[in-house]
């Protein structure tokens, strides 16, 4: 009895301390590009692409805050005319 309790004692403490390390993160690598070209050289004064981009990361980052789920994540950038327009993280089922 007590080397099983001591084994689920030890089983516990390996989880405790193993669970701190994980964290999510953001795959740079794993990013796709979706281009259109109109052929009318549209320009975008606005940088809506970046600022998509940080209002998911934040996003992200609350949400591992505060409930400890954390999930690997890339994006797909959404280019027109060669300008990055907009930033997408596409949802994944968690598993």
């Keep these: 009895m007590k080397k099983a309790l001591f084994g689920l004692l030890v089983f516990g403490l390996i989880l405790a301390f193993s669970a701190g390390s994980v964290s999510a993160k953001y795959y740079k690598d ?22 998509s981009f940080e209002l998911q990361e934040e996003a992200h980052d609350y949400l591992t805050d505060t409930s400890g789920a954390e999930v690997d994540h890339y994006y797909i950038w959404v280019e027109v005319d060669g300008q990055k327009v907009l930033a997408v993280d596409p949802a994944r089922g968690m598993y």
Excluded: I, R
């Design 30 to 51: 794993s990013d796709k590009t979706v281009s259109v070209n109109t052929g009318q050289n549209l320009s975008y004064d606005y940088d809506t692409a970046e600022t």
